[in-house]
């Protein structure tokens, strides 16, 4: 059974995704769209916040790490939905170490197979994996 952090988190994620989606496909701040969403909780809100800022501030280095891993694709032919998931789950890779690796994997395999097409869950996990390891490998080093 989930935490209550944990419960938090996941809505945090949704949120943060639906808007870093609707910033990508309509041009707006991320973050005016985010407080567009009605009814959050503090806790939800204020992860979501972290979550978008943070994607948002380092948008050009995560595009970057992303298309170095992918393979045959760049960023603008991933579906938007896709590039906000990645976008999500590898800011909280290098960007959020109180955040377990594989819980943010996890969450964005989720949000792929409930918000994009039947191949993204596996194109998601490919690509965060590959990502993993070369951040571990950089914080190893970085150490």
Request: charged share 30%.
């Amino acid at each position: 059974m989930p935490t209550q952090l944990e419960r938090e988190r996941h809505r945090a994620r949704r949120s943060a995704l639906l808007a870093l989606y609707c910033a990508d496909v309509t041009g707006a701040d991320a973050l005016t769209c985010l407080a567009q969403q009605e009814d959050l909780e503090p806790a939800v809100e204020a992860f979501s916040r972290k979550l978008v800022g943070g994607v948002e501030e380092r948008r050009d280095d995560l595009d970057a790490e992303i298309s170095d891993v992918a393979e045959h694709w760049t960023i603008e032919r991933m579906p938007p939905i896709d590039r906000a998931i990645l976008r999500i789950a590898l800011f909280e890779l290098v960007g959020l170490p109180d955040v377990p690796e594989g819980a943010s994997i996890n969450e964005a395999v989720e949000l792929a197979k409930c918000y994009s097409t039947s191949d993204s869950s596996r194109f998601v996990n490919g690509l965060l994996g590959r990502l993993a390891t070369r951040t571990g490998t950089e914080r190893t080093r970085a150490t």
